[in-house]
């Protein structure tokens, strides 16, 4: 059974980056893309972008390129999300899914911007 | 970047009555490889995206055969036979070419 845990809740200042893990377990993690979505408070969710596990190539949505960076590291099985310049809008829970269908979801991570 | 529109955003339901929920797209979401990239997920209360409906009408691994994914090209419905009460929370349809895009959602609660 797949199964994504996240690490835990972050508080930044403004300025600052943030870096949230997602372990994998119950698949060949380098078999299948892992995707990136937040969702502010009360708000729909947003794309961020995706990582092959497999050969590290990615897309990121325009709206956070050159801000967001993916990266996996196989030996853990461990997909990380890392967002730089942060501002108070930042503020979401952060999940993980898995494969293209987001067929699986992590439990979130919220991160918190506030000066 | 495409649009993608829900409606209605609220929706009151009846327990045991059936719900429908719309989804459309501004633009078609056929892709080159012949298949139609429309994902629903169901959100409950203080939990993680459930998806619920893949590739329009492919329910995913255990989700109840009340729901059912229907339409083509930039037009989508999903339908709940008969509502329960685990139903309650909001649901998002999605675009799954490149750049995904997320629907507003559509919140269902009981009457």
């Known amino acids: 059974q797949v199964h994504l845990v996240q690490s835990g809740a972050e508080v930044k200042k403004p300025g600052a980056s943030v870096k949230v893990s997602c372990k994998a377990s119950?698949?060949?993690?380098?078999?299948?893309?892992m995707h990136w979505v937040r969702q502010a408070p009360g708000q729909s969710l947003e794309w961020m972008g995706r990582?092959?596990?497999?050969?590290?190539?990615?897309i990121y949505s325009e709206r956070f390129q050159g801000r967001v960076t993916l990266t996996t590291d196989t030996s853990a099985n461990t997909a990380y999300m890392e967002l730089n310049s942060l501002r108070s809008d930042d503020t979401a829970v952060y999940y993980c899914?898995?494969?293209?269908?987001?067929?699986?979801w992590g439990q979130g991570t919220l991160v918190t911007v506030s000066s | 970047d495409a649009v993608v529109t829900q409606s209605p955003l609220s929706l009151p339901v009846t327990l045991g009555q059936p719900a429908s929920i719309s989804c459309r797209s501004s633009q078609s979401l056929v892709y080159s490889d012949g298949n139609t990239y429309l994902n629903w997920f169901q959100q409950r209360p203080g939990q993680p995206p459930r998806r619920l409906i893949y590739k329009v009408s492919n329910r995913g691994s255990g989700v109840p055969d009340r729901f059912s994914g229907s339409g083509s090209g930039t037009d989508f419905t999903l339908q709940i036979s008969r509502v329960e009460a685990e139903d309650v929370g909001v649901y998002y349809c999605m675009q799954g070419i490149y750049p995904f895009i997320f629907g507003p959602g559509t919140r269902v609660d009981i009457k």
């Open positions: 899914a898995y494969r293209s269908g987001l067929d699986c």
């Open positions: 990582i092959n596990a497999g050969n590290g190539d990615t």
């Open positions: 119950g698949y060949t993690f380098t078999s299948f893309p």
